[in-house]
């Protein structure tokens, strides 16, 4: 079969290359916001950060706890260029 893959592991590998951009403005939302990501002692001292290291595909957004204990919110997400004005005006329309 043409374009097919060979593996279970080589199916999310290549689905990723070909999603890395959706040419549309769709969002993926994924919440992290009550996970307890800060706090673990790996002896390596306090963290400094806690996120995703990279963002797969366009669209795709994490919200997370910021590091302090003061209710704040990270967001992490991946747009081009073309939306980022868009999005901007959405998200600050009603604050």
């Given amino acids: 079969m ?3 893959c060979n593996s279970v592991q080589e199916f999310p590998h290549r689905w990723m290359r070909q ?3 959706l040419w549309e403005p769709n969002l993926e939302i994924t919440s992290w916001a009550r996970l307890p990501i800060y706090g673990a002692d790996f002896g390596w001292g306090q963290e400094i950060y806690m996120g995703p ?6 669209g795709k957004v ?3 706890p910021g590091q302090g204990l003061d209710g704040s919110f990270l967001v992490a997400l991946r747009l081009q260029v073309r939306h980022i004005d868009a999005f901007q005006k959405f998200f600050y329309e009603d604050i």
């Fill in 53 to 58: 290291g990279a963002i797969g595909y366009d």
């Fill in 2 to 4: 043409s374009g097919g």
């Fill in 62 to 64: 994490f919200v997370f």
């Fill in 19 to 21: 999603r890395s951009f």
